[in-house]
């Protein structure tokens, strides 16, 4: 136990210590991209700015402090809780990012929860009849669902279904599960579709891969000599020890679906953290894009985390320490 | 071509349509005449709307801010134009009627203006409108401090009187005769005296049909009902601007029935609209051009621009960049004042005298330039500049492309740093706010335009001061002659607007300059 | 994943061995044949002119001389595609190359002499991972002129890491062993060493995973060109010429399913060939990177 106490804290030194990278970094990139939120807002309006107005604009969008203390003042604000301010939305980041982090984390959590639907059973059918059809099948899935790009898929069916079908919930305006069960999920449903087909792509090689790798062990061929059924040997011994390889490859995916589903959220219209970026990029709202990021990357960190204390949990292996 | 940034609101494209609600023409401006007593309404053939109900505008990104005296983009405007109220408006045709001002009176020689100001007209809040209001935002506009987009429009107003609770006079410094129509934008909105920037800046409390009601970032702004509004209340109980990221979304969501109403950029989008929906396409006072920066490198010979300018065949620019769905046109878009597109040189394309003018430039072997194009500021803009560069190419002229991010572009643009640039301007009704700022040396925006002189400087001076619609349309078709004559620019087209509307609304007019103000009679049938 | 790098495979062996197996060998032929049809169409031997506008031919379905149809402005999709397909591959190649070069150089030298060099190489490369691919590539993008060279530089620094941390570990291990001792005792310099000893051991690890990083690479370019920010217009691109699909299937279907079907095609030989050669360089490898 105490060997995972101080391998964790370890981890989470090492997390932090990341954190403050990211935070570094994206504060430099942000400020190398040509163009400020003068120039994005007003556009080539801000040819006719004189002197005066331009020092008023650039106090009102915070871009009159040195680069040391924007990024201090930054940094120092986060401790005490503040995001920062989007000047667009008059409305604080922390506001912002907490009404679009569930929007995304839902996406993210509907979209693994499919793509496990889909992905281990596929995976273990594909394992217990290797090289038969039901494995080429399943491999043949994977790779199709590694292959079809997601804005591809999603275009797709939202153009024929809104056309064809009249079916477009998303075009209702986001409503988060509170507001309306029903509209969002029928809103989170093409969109979790989606993604979840993406993901079961590795979740069915993982799923595949782990299952030979253990039903090839001794302590299976032992349980199986002793006469265990199939069906107990399938879960209670293959699947529990696959589990590792496919709870860490589910806890990556979900951590880059956090931030990796935003052309998913543009298409669909939901007002994630991932479209809350892109679109702080395009206007150049540096508070909202820093701050966005760092949030994205410390629940990617975090997630990585359980994924870690789950993975020391479940293996056999570390648990007989 | 960037998606995604084309369909935000390119800030060009938003000050195009907007800034054309800014100015007005001449036409009922002259000295001494009084004004009916009529707000802008529909056209009398409309069938009249159902009270009640709520309609959905999509619209690609959120308007970017609340307060009307800083707002440059599209939606923005669209939205505050509907919540606030100015002292002059426009009606469907572009002339000049009341807004908050009933009635105003010219001086003889022009310098003040004495506005009498509509009774009984109260702010959202409850509080009443009064001179004061008037004279609190004039003055506040004019304060560079503010950083209001419109101070220069106010710029030639040196003191605001008020006599009573119900005058305001303008006192100018020379005669204006394009101020009234600039005075319509919503960026010279009349807000009350008590309120400021900041509490202006998350909530609304103007004298206009609707209030806002709620605002969520990413989301929908949606507006309400003014109960209170001195004019004929609005049909609907709420309008909402719905955010939809890309027109692509937009044109499922009218299919399905969920967006009632939308702006396209182009007309393919707009016809894969399935279902009852109404495609109005309407000119843009807005225009693309080849800008030539008169002051730079090859640029500074008269010869090498008219030879550029005699190379290209604008209709076929038109036609393989934007399907043919523009107009050619001259220097001025402003309707009363329009520029005849074959005013020029070479009315068609004419290599013969292209090459005529290249050799008089002592470049008879073919020349090279740099052209600065924007990639995700405006749709087209590669495609028009690739056309263009391909007409050159037939006249011995190479146009280097240098296709730039916006960012990039605008501070380019700005400096005035191009030895030539493809871009899209604003237009104006008045052709004083179209070009005033370029074209006069004093004007802020010379050192992008390039070029000047004391013929030009003359024009503008007199085309300020001009009462007589007649002799004013003739000052600028001079200065439209000098531009042609001398190939300042290289004017290509102005597009179209699409605006689509579901047939279950009613009573919605589109305008050239784009503005939405008509959604204050739209209802649902 | 201790294994043992396998002895140095040569390249002819491999090579045939791919060929040998089916799905690796058809893979790999239908890669070479869009290649060059990409060279050819750019040279203009074959089809049309990419860029090339023909207005009067608007939106025509696929016949005799537009195989796959035109698009709104005239231009054979066709040419477009396989234009597309060769730009696809230009980015994504320089892009892994770039990863490749300077993620494995990253891994081998923080692996090998650990110390500061390694917490500083782990830094950035934890760093780097901590972000969102695809908010990072599109950062990256947005802070240079945007041309097909800065895409896919953008690309390749979303990588590294990738690289860095899949050749890390075997250099660790690789140190202990007897035979990089042996050299030490000998006096060979550090460097050396590294290069004549631990790389070749790791290159059939590197091989794979840029094997694997190809097909994400194709598919990010798509993705970031489908959001505007690829390599700028007028050069064709698979997943800019989705997107402006997106609105013209209605009418023109052929526009969104050619460079749909290509896309997913390109990308599923790389996948296979990908596979293919992890088969065959690493066969005990049951980890799949992602």
Partial sequence: MRVLQSAVV???????????????????????????????????????????????????????????????????????????????????????????????????????????????????????????????????????????????????????????????????????????????????????????????????????????????????????AKGVSTRRLQFK????????????????????????????????????????????????????????????????????????????????????? | MTQLNRQSASPIKALALASAAAMVLVGCAAADE?????????????????????????????PDTIFPWKATQFQAFRMLENVYDTLTAFDADLNVVPGLAESWEISADGTSITFD????????????????????????????????????????????????????????????????????????????????????????????????????????????????????????????????????????????????????SDPITARTVSGGVTVNTTPQLSYHALMLNARNGSMTSTDVRLAISCA?????????????????????????????????????????????????????????????????????????????????????ITLNLEVLESGTYIDRWIAGDFETAIALNGGRPDPDGMYGRYFPSTGNLNQVSGYSSDSMDKLFADGKVEGDPAARKAIYDAVSKELEDNAVWVWLFSGYTYTATSDTITGFTPMTTGSWQYLRTTGLQ | MQSVAPEKAKSPSVFARILRSWTGGTSLIVLAALLVLSILVNLGVVGFDPIAQTPADRLLAPNGTYWFGTDQFGRDIFSRVISGVGSSALISGVAVTIAALFGTLLGLVGGFYRGVIDVFGSGLTNVLFAFPPLLLALTLASVLDRNWFTVAVAIGIVYIPIFARVTRGPVLSLREIEFVKAAKSTGMASIGIMFKHVLPNIYSIAIIQIALSLSW???????????????????????????????????????????????????????????????????RSKEVNS
Avoid at chain 1, 281 to 286: D, G
């Fill in chain 3, 217 to 283: 690479a194709v598919l990010t370019e798509a993705a970031l060109s489908f959001l505007g920010l690829g390599s700028p217009p007028p050069a064709p691109s698979l997943g800019s010429m989705i997107y402006e699909a997106r609105t013209l299937v209605l009418i023109a279907p052929w526009t969104l399913w050619a460079p749909g079907a290509v896309i997913v095609v390109f990308v599923v030989c790389l996948n296979l060939l990908g596979d293919s050669l992890r088969d065959i360089l690493d066969p």
């Fill in chain 1, 10 to 224: 370890k981890k989470a030194a090492g997390s932090l210590a990341t954190l403050v990278g990211v935070a570094i970094f994206v504060f430099f990139m942000l400020r190398a991209i040509p163009g400020d939120a003068i120039s994005a807002s007003l556009g080539t309006e801000a040819a006719g700015l004189t002197e005066v107005q331009r020092k008023s604009l650039e106090e009102y969008y915070g871009l009159d402090q040195s680069l040391a203390s924007q990024f201090f003042s930054w940094v120092g604000n986060l401790f005490q809780g503040n995001l920062g301010f989007s000047v667009r939305a008059q409305q604080s980041v922390l506001d912002l990012t907490a009404a679009a982090l569930p929007v995304t984390f839902q996406l993210a959590v509907f979209a693994i929860i499919l793509a496990l639907a889909i992905g281990v059973p596929v995976g273990m059918l594909a394992a217990s009849r290797v090289g038969k059809p039901r494995d080429v099948i399943g491999q043949a899935l994977s790779l199709i669902g590694l292959s079809v790009p997601a804005f591809l898929l999603a275009t797709t069916l939202l153009t024929f279904l809104a056309v064809n079908l009249g079916f477009n919930p998303n075009g209702l305006g986001y409503k988060t599960f509170f507001e309306d069960p029903v509209v969002n999920l029928q809103q989170m449903l093409l969109p979790s579709l989606v993604l979840g087909f993406g993901i079961s792509a590795p979740i069915i090689r993982t799923t595949r891969a782990a299952v030979l790798d253990v039903s090839g062990q001794d302590f299976v061929r032992t349980a199986k």
């Fill in chain 2, 312 to 396: 290209i065949d604008r209709q076929s620019v038109l036609d393989t960049a934007l399907l043919g769905e523009g107009e050619v046109t001259g220097p001025i878009t402003s309707p009363a004042f329009k520029s005849d597109p074959n005013a020029r040189p070479c009315p068609e394309r004419d290599l013969a005298k292209s090459a005529e003018y290249l050799a008089a430039s002592g470049n008879a072997g073919g020349l090279e330039i740099d052209a600065i194009v924007a990639q995700d500021l405006y749709a087209g803009a590669v495609d028009i500049a690739q056309a263009v560069a391909a007409q050159l190419a037939e006249a011995n």
């Fill in chain 2, 34 to 62: 009084e004004q009916e007593t009529v707000a802008p309404t529909a056209s009398e053939t409309q069938e009249p709307a159902a009270v009640g109900g709520n309609m959905v505008v999509g619209i690609t990104v959120d």
């Fill in chain 1, 237 to 321: 011994h293959i699947l529990r020890n696959a589990l590792i390889p496919i709870v860490t490859m589910t806890g990556l995916q979900f951590g880059y679906l956090l931030g990796g589903a935003v052309v998913v959220e543009q298409i669909f219209s939901l007002p994630g953290v991932g479209r809350q970026v892109l679109t702080g990029i395009q206007q150049k709202e540096y508070a909202l894009v820093q701050s966005t990021v760092l949030v994205i990357a410390a629940a990617f960190v975090i997630v990585n985390l359980l994924t870690d204390l789950l993975y020391r949990a479940i293996d056999p292996r570390v648990r007989a320490e």
């Fill in chain 2, 117 to 264: 100001l509509r009774d009984g007209v109260t702010f959202a809040d409850g509080s009443s409108f009064g001179s004061e209001d008037v004279k609190y935002s004039y003055e506040a506009i004019q304060d560079e401090e503010n950083a209001a987009v419109a101070r220069s429009t106010l710029g030639g107003v040196t003191s605001i009187e008020t006599p009573d609770a119900d005058t305001v006079v303008l006192n100018l410094a020379t005669a204006d005769v394009g101020l009234l129509a600039n005075l319509t934008s919503v960026n010279l909105a009349i807000v009350s005296s008590d309120d400021t920037e900041e509490s202006l800046s998350t909530a609304t409390n103007g004298t206009g049909p609707f209030v806002l009601e709620s605002r969520t970032a990413g989301q929908n702004v949606v507006l309400a009902r003014n109960s209170s509004y001195w004019g004929n209340p609005t049909p609907l109980d709420t309008l909402e601007f719905r955010v939809l990221p890309d027109e692509a979304a937009i044109a499922a969501a009218m299919s399905a029935g969920n967006v009632q109403m939308a702006v396209f």
